[in-house]
Each structure stands twice: as C-alpha cells, then as structure tokens.
C-alpha cells in the first residue's frame, strides 16, 4: 500500500491563479480530509469527506473547494490563490470504524505570490 | 467549544534530560479521543498514540509515556532520556464523537517545538 499521497510536493503560485491539490489514498477509507498548516496555529480543517459523494466545511474553508467522485481521490481546489493561502496542505485519511487511525499524507508545500 | 491548547511553544533540553509536553483540551462532548503526533524535520506527520475519554489509565511505550487525566481535562507526554532524534514538532489533538459523530475531524493544538542538544 502506498498510503495517502499528495501531489505536488512543493508549488508556486501568482495571485489569482487556480490550482488542484491531488490528494489519493489506497486503504479503502471512507473518511478523507484536507488540513492546512501554518506556524502557530496547528493544523486546521479546511473540507472533508464521510464519504464518496459526500463533502463538508471545516474550520477555514473559504477559498477552496473539494468533491469526492471517487473513494480513492479527494482534491482540493483553490479558486483564486491569495497569499493568505501559503501554507502547507495535509490531506488525511481514516478507516470507518470509531477507533480507526486518521494517516496524514506528506504534504503540498505551497506559496503564493 | 472544542479546543486544544500546548501552552509551551519551544522547549530545549539536552540529551538524555526527561521532558514533558503539556496538553490541554476543553470539550462539551463525552465521548472522544486524545492523539498525540510527531513532526520530524522531514515534514511529515507521525501518529503516536490514541486515548478515548473513557480510558484513563496511563500508557508506556519505551521511552514514551502519557498522562491522561479527566480532572484537568490535560493529556500530557513525557520523554524519558531524551535523544536528538526525538527532536521535532509534537501535536496534540483532540476528535469528538457524540456531538460530531464519526466524522474524523481532528482538532489541533499550536504545537510544541522540542529541541534536544547532543
């Protein structure tokens, strides 16, 4: 198993330019997130997902857009980047029982400029 | 409201010194669960342990140990002998159940920032 990975590692960005942050995992999750990581904050929920076809808002959801067609993907999609949104993007995963433990992926390291 | 709270920013100890990671929660729900999480350097986020509210015992796992206590609504982390290695980013987070249902939302602390000194 290959987890949950994130595509890209690292990207730049201009104000105002639109993006998808890929997000796949391959443990048959029904629960899927999408965090954002800045410095004295913590992690903070951006959208999630119970599951295929079902999304809801986090903590700090403006800016950004998910769906769920498929069990395996969750992207996140910037609308119109802002520099307010440079952080680092965690998306994460967990299995449907109540105990299950939530797996992070590597992370989007992204700047906007 | 649900909330998570590592009152110490950056702790430096030398190696081998015990330390320990402060952990505080404030929720209304009964029923939840506490997770502690390590961040290396490399960025990535490591699970190390899950505690449901119902669970007070504390738990050991070699040089790691926890200390969940209801009373003070605190879950905190102690190092035995610390190592360079344990350098790192530590997360405490807390997910509710009851109110939230399954939803797997967790709720961060701030984080504390452990430096051990060879």
């Known amino acids: 198993n290959a987890g949950v990975t994130q595509t890209p590692k690292f990207q730049v960005l201009k104000t105002g330019q639109s993006m998808t942050l890929q997000c796949a995992q391959d443990?048959?999750?029904?629960?899927m997130s999408w965090y954002r990581q800045d410095p004295g904050m913590g992690l903070r929920l951006i959208h999630y997902?119970?599951?295929?076809?079902?999304?809801d808002q986090g903590e700090v959801p403006n800016g950004y857009n998910v769906s769920r067609s498929t069990t395996e993907d969750f992207p996140l999609r910037l609308l119109s980047a802002a520099p307010s949104q440079t952080s680092v993007y965690f998306c994460?995963?967990?299995?449907?029982?109540?105990?299950?433990?939530?797996?992070f992926g590597p992370g989007t390291r992204l700047t906007v400029l | 409201a649900q909330k998570v709270t590592q009152a110490q920013t950056e702790i430096s100890v030398v190696e081998k010194e015990d330390v320990t990671l402060d952990c505080v929660y404030e929720?209304?729900?009964?029923?939840?669960?506490l997770f502690w999480y390590k961040q290396p350097p490399s960025g990535e986020l490591v699970f190390l342990i899950r505690?449901?509210?119902?669970?007070?015992q504390n738990e050991i796992s070699g040089r790691y140990s926890w200390n969940f206590q209801k009373s003070t609504s605190s879950f905190n982390f102690t190092i035995t002998a610390s190592q360079v290695v344990d350098s790192a980013v530590y997360f405490c987070?807390?997910?509710?159940?009851?109110?939230?249902?399954?939803?797997?939302?967790?709720?961060f602390g701030q984080g504390t920032t452990l430096q051990v000194k060879p």
């Open positions: 929720t209304r729900d009964t029923t939840y669960y």
């Open positions: 997902s119970v599951g295929a076809g079902i999304t």
């Open positions: 443990m048959n999750h029904e629960y």
């Open positions: 994460a995963s967990k299995a449907g029982g109540r105990t299950d433990t939530q797996y």
């Open positions: 987070a807390l997910s509710e159940w009851a109110i939230s249902g399954n939803t797997g939302k967790l709720i």
């Open positions: 505690r449901n509210s119902f669970d007070e």
